[in-house]
């Protein structure tokens, strides 16, 4: 175990050192995140200027709803953008021929994007503190931490998921890494509720994790207070996909491995 220990602090150390020597990768973390609460502050700002009385709750929704939205995207995209950028600078040898684990591989970059996505979090909770008066933590109390982890679950098995999608088909899936999280955006009632949906999407949209987490958010901001069955139900959705994704990822490994196309990613 102090082996494993060493090995994935060494990758995080990795993760971090990266930064250091691109600010562009740097400015990347914050820019997208910002710009986004920007416009959906905003936006949410007119409508309530419109009807403060029948869109009260509106802004509040979706400014919660872009934070938590961008929780689950950058938690998906730390996971596949850590292992893509190792077959772009061609690394993918180098780490194949270390002592380093798979399972380490990817514990550290879980460990790397709760370290990321905190920093996110908190300038994004910051801002739409200052900007509009949106107090994150105040309006979710407790109930934030069992929301947000179903949202790392879910994206830590997206990651896991289009990182097994590009071992298999190398760089013609990597358009993929940033097209899941999205193909999955209107089928999670990210801005709008599960009953917006025709009935035959929301039966496809009660199989995601991420459904449950932004619906029960919506609930306690109306003050409806938390409903255990949304957190049970996106923790088991959540189980179950994480599994399927590991099983995933380590055939596609075993596969790409076995037929040397591993040790290929990236040269192509």
């Known amino acids: 175990m102090r082996a494993s220990a060493v090995r994935i602090s060494g990758m995080i150390l990795r993760y971090v050192y990266l930064h250091q020597r ?16 920007l416009v959906w502050g905003y936006v949410s700002v007119y409508f309530q200027s419109i009807a403060k009385d029948t869109l009260a709750n509106l802004a509040m929704f979706l400014i919660n709803a872009m934070i938590f939205w961008d929780i689950l995207y950058r938690s998906q995209q730390a996971i596949s953008i850590a292992f893509i950028e190792d077959i772009w600078t061609q690394n993918i040898v180098n780490i194949l021929v270390s002592p380093l684990k798979i399972w380490e591989w990817l514990a550290s970059t879980f460990i790397y994007s709760i370290f990321k996505i905190a920093v996110i979090t908190t300038i994004l909770t910051v801002i739409a503190l200052a900007l509009y008066h949106f107090d994150l933590i105040g309006n979710l109390g407790f109930h934030l931490i ?26 013609s899936a990597e358009a993929l890494i940033w097209g899941v999280p999205f193909l999955i955006q209107p089928l999670s009632a990210v801005f709008y509720p599960l009953s917006t949906l025709p009935g035959w999407l929301q039966a496809i949209s009660k199989l995601l994790p991420s459904t449950y987490v932004f619906e029960g958010m919506r609930d306690i901001l109306a003050g409806g207070g938390a409903t255990p069955r949304y957190f049970l139900t996106a923790l088991s959705l959540n189980a179950v996909y994480f599994i399927l994704a590991g099983l995933f990822f380590a055939h596609m490994y075993r596969e790409a491995r076995d037929s040397g196309r591993l040790g290929r990613l990236g040269m192509d």
């Open 146 to 171: 069992p929301l947000v982890m179903n949202l790392l679950l879910f994206g830590w098995a997206l990651g896991v998921f289009t990182s097994g999608l590009v071992i298999r088909w190398g760089h």
């Open 22 to 37: 691109s600010l562009p990768r740097t400015f990347e973390i914050f820019f997208w995140p910002v710009m986004e609460l």
